[in-house]
């Protein structure tokens, strides 16, 4: 069997957003079950493809990216008067909640006519599909969450760590994925096992 790609774009609330499906090609194989990727924060659905190549004797494997993240990139305002218009709005690229990341999964899967289906999500797409699942149980079959990140609200914890996360974003050199085994040595204080270089630096230049 062989392994076929498709990737296009489609508007989800003011963003265009990414998103590959990854299948088998035989035309005598009765439908599979699809099963969607979410992404961990810093990432893109990228970093899934290895995973979904695996299971597409199984499933029709969807992968995108979350808004704001990879190739599901916010429109550029090109004039003064457009940027001070974007960031004094309240328009639906702003929604960067968990509700808001739900609602743009939710929209997805009715744009592409998928009533039910599996999910694999990790890290921050972990925590968005236990919110799916709390707000569309019958859209869900099975739900395959790691490293979710569910714990209680502390409000001195989550402000530290939303301040800290303002930082790394802004301070991150493009240079820095030049560098030679900067993407093992990037990889190596989250692994326990190195994994191949190409998919260490997928990692590195999605989230420079």
């Known amino acids: 069997m062989k392994t076929t790609e498709k990737t296009s774009y489609i508007n989800i609330n003011g963003v265009e957003h990414y998103y590959e499906w990854i299948k088998t ?5 009765k439908s ?7 992404h961990g924060w810093g990432g ?30 916010l429109p550029q305002p090109s004039t ?7 960031k004094s709005s309240k328009n639906p690229t702003e929604k960067y909640e968990l509700v808001g990341y739900a609602e743009d999964l939710a929209i997805l899967l009715d744009a592409l006519n998928l009533e039910k289906v599996y999910i694999n999500a ?8 236990a919110l799916f699942l709390n707000m ?26 939303h301040k800290f996360s303002r930082y790394v974003v802004m301070f991150r050199p493009k240079w820095l994925v030049q560098i030679p085994f900067m993407s093992r040595i990037f990889m190596a204080r989250f692994l326990y096992k190195s994994l191949p ?3 260490s630096r997928t990692f590195l230049e999605d989230f420079y």
């Open 44 to 73: 893109s659905g990228r970093y899934w493809e290895s995973t979904a190549k695996e299971l597409s004797s199984q499933f029709d494997c969807l992968i995108y990216d979350l808004r704001g993240f990879g190739r599901s990139c």
């Open 122 to 129: 990790h890290s921050m797409g972990g925590s968005i599909a």
């Open 136 to 161: 569309y149980p019958e859209r869900i079959e099975k739900a395959i969450l790691t490293c979710s990140g569910i714990f209680e609200y502390d409000e001195k914890t989550f402000t530290t760590f």
């Open 25 to 29: 090609s035989n035309s005598t194989e």
């Open 80 to 86: 003064t008067e457009e940027k001070t218009l974007l």
């Open 32 to 38: 599979k079950p699809v099963m969607v990727f979410l």
């Open 197 to 199: 270089d190409s998919i």
